[in-house]
């Protein structure tokens, strides 16, 4: 959290050489996701955990605006392309209720985590 970025401020900050920290999001499905699903988990992913950074009060420290990730994020989304076909992976989808959930919560405990070694109860 301590290179949180707003993505939608990002042009009013001073620096251009990222600092370290990053949110890694790494998601593993055991199913076969067309073309379309995989753009979708991305998405959807995407949003889950920038909502938790939100719900979490997470601040871009120059643009003082709520952080929407980091400047060094990754996002995976890998299937085993077995299994369940997914035509689709977005918001509303059985997968995509899945994997928003998934990921908002691992990354609010992730933020926890981060601010207990801060020592920063939040």
């Known amino acids: ?15 251009a050489i990222a600092s370290p920290g990053t949110i890694n999001t790494f998601v593993f499905i ?10 979708q988990a991305l998405m959807t992913v995407t949003e889950a955990k920038t909502k938790a950074l939100y719900d979490k009060q997470v601040v871009d420290t120059q643009t003082h605006t709520i952080a929407t990730g980091t400047s ?13 076909y997914y035509e689709y992976a ?7 209720k899945q994997l928003a959930r998934f990921v908002y ?4 405990t992730a933020i ?3 601010n207990e070694r801060k020592g920063e109860n939040r």
């Open 72 to 84: 060094t994020d990754c996002t995976v989304i890998a299937a085993s392309q077995q299994g369940t």
């Open 90 to 96: 977005g918001t509303i989808t059985a997968i995509g």
């Open 1 to 15: 959290m301590g290179n949180a970025v707003d993505s939608a401020n990002a042009w009013r900050r001073a620096d």
């Open 30 to 39: 055991d199913g076969h996701l067309s073309e379309a699903a995989f753009v």
């Open 112 to 114: 926890d985590r981060y």
């Open 105 to 108: 919560e691992a990354t609010k």
